[in-house]
């Protein structure tokens, strides 16, 4: 059966497919020793795939798994700079090949998907899909009722629109919210907050789709259930 090299890439966990995509154009891809700049290219199971002279393969199973990231941690793989990586926390033998799902930057904290299956971490990161990410969040100061529909109607900041879905009080604690985005922007949270006049003290996700951190301990993983992984491609396929 035959399919799109962008596709075959993000299936071997090489790559996200929008950035599989992008790889392709770049010329980092080879199929059958010639290298091919179209993502639509079409491709078959026996042909040879590589990506910047290594061959790719297919995975035996495809993963899923959700981490409670602590804070200081850096999401990407590779990061020389980094003091600690996320994916150093998850100790299985296919975590090299993991893709995370989006990101939480070093002073963020909370949960965490990763998949060797670039089409699942596609649908449930990109904005088209709409599969909501909640936030529980302490600001500095309180975000008034004025301030809350302020980032509900969307902010502009450094030429991007930033924009919650909701904006709630957490009860009985001070000055302390969640918030939910469709669509998570470099350090948008943060940036909204500023735009109100407050800093950010604690950032943690909570939610993506009806997958929930709940009890899981800081610094430990898990995997996905069934049940869990469907309902996040259930989500993203009731918004098409």
């Given at each position: 059966?035959s399919?799109?090299?962008?596709?075959?890439?993000?299936?071997?966990?090489?790559?996200?497919?929008?950035?599989?995509a992008?790889?392709?154009?770049?010329?980092?891809?080879k199929?059958?020793?010639r290298?091919?700049?179209?993502?639509?290219?079409?491709?078959e199971?026996?042909?040879?795939v590589?990506?910047?002279?290594?061959?790719?393969?297919?995975?035996a199973?495809?993963?899923?798994?959700?981490?409670?990231?602590?804070?200081g941690?850096?999401?990407?793989?590779?990061?020389?700079?980094?003091?600690?990586?996320?994916?150093?926390?998850i100790?299985?033998?296919?975590?090299?090949?993991?893709?995370?799902?989006?990101?939480?930057?070093?002073?963020?904290?909370?949960?965490l998907?990763?998949s060797?299956?670039?089409?699942?971490?596609?649908?449930?990161?990109?904005?088209?899909?709409?599969?909501?990410?909640?936030?529980?969040?302490?600001?500095?100061?309180?975000?008034?009722?004025?301030?809350?529909?302020k980032?509900?109607?969307?902010?502009?900041?450094?030429?991007?629109?930033?924009?919650?879905?909701?904006?709630?009080?957490?009860?009985?604690?001070?000055?302390?919210?969640?918030?939910?985005l469709?669509?998570g922007?470099k350090?948008?949270?943060?940036?909204?907050?500023?735009a109100?006049?407050?800093?950010?003290?604690?950032l943690q996700?909570i939610?993506?789709?009806?997958?929930?951190?709940?009890?899981?301990?800081?610094?430990?993983?898990?995997?996905?259930t069934?049940?869990?992984?469907?309902?996040?491609?259930?989500?993203?396929?009731?918004?098409?």
């Amino acid at each position: 059966m035959s399919e799109y090299l962008a596709k075959y890439i993000a299936r071997c966990g090489a790559a996200p497919r929008r950035k599989a995509a992008d790889l392709v154009k770049a010329g980092s891809v080879k199929v059958n020793g010639r290298v091919i700049t179209d993502p639509a290219f079409s491709v078959e199971t026996s042909d040879k795939v590589e990506l910047a002279g290594k061959a790719l393969q297919l995975p035996a199973e495809n993963i899923y798994i959700m981490l409670n990231k602590p804070r200081g941690y850096t999401t990407s793989h590779a990061d020389k700079h980094a003091e600690h990586l996320a994916i150093e926390l998850i100790d299985c033998p296919e975590a090299q090949r993991l893709i995370p799902a989006g990101r939480l930057d070093k002073d963020s904290e909370g949960l965490l998907i990763f998949s060797n299956d670039g089409n699942f971490i596609q649908k449930i990161t990109h904005p088209r899909y709409n599969v909501t990410k909640q936030y529980k969040v302490t600001a500095s100061r309180e975000l008034d009722e004025k301030n809350r529909k302020k980032m509900v109607a969307g902010i502009m900041d450094e030429g991007e629109h930033l924009k919650a879905l909701k904006v709630t009080p957490v009860p009985d604690e001070k000055f302390c919210y969640y918030i939910e985005l469709n669509e998570g922007k470099k350090r948008e949270i943060r940036r909204m907050l500023k735009a109100c006049g407050a800093a950010t003290l604690r950032l943690q996700r909570i939610a993506m789709g009806s997958v929930k951190l709940n009890d899981l301990a800081v610094g430990k993983w898990r995997k996905l259930t069934a049940e869990e992984t469907a309902s996040l491609l259930a989500a993203a396929e009731t918004t098409l």
